[in-house]
């Protein structure tokens, strides 16, 4: 068995110090880490809420659009008869289906 070396007390302190210093520094680095995950969600959150209010102006400009394109095809004579045909021919019902897509794509009951 070989004899046991004794180790200069000022390498064991060194040693000691630096175990210290890496314990007592891992919970601010682990909450630092947190933080910084947190605040690139958050980001993320935001883009999400720009791109789904972007989807939805682009929606409802769509739908403006279809109801000027409908009110702007009728003829001046025939809009009694043309609103008859709108009536039977369901166009009022896709604008129906249309405003419902976008209450469940706002998720507002407007």
Not at 25 to 53: C, M
Not at 64 to 91: C, F, L, P, R
């Amino acid at each position: 068995m070989p004899d046991p070396t004794t180790v200069n007390p000022m390498v064991t302190d060194a040693v000691t110090q630096s175990n210290v210093k890496v314990v007592g520094e891992s919970p601010a680095i682990a909450i630092s880490t947190l933080y910084q995950a947190l605040a690139h969600s958050t980001g993320i959150l935001f883009e999400n809420a720009v791109a789904a209010q972007q989807q939805q102006n682009t929606l409802s400009q769509a739908a403006a659009n279809q109801g000027v394109m409908q009110i702007y095809s009728m003829d001046t004579m025939a809009g009694a008869g043309a609103t008859e045909k709108v009536g039977q021919t369901g166009v009022a019902d896709n604008l129906t289906g249309l405003m419902t897509v976008l209450q469940a794509f706002t998720g507002s009951g407007r």
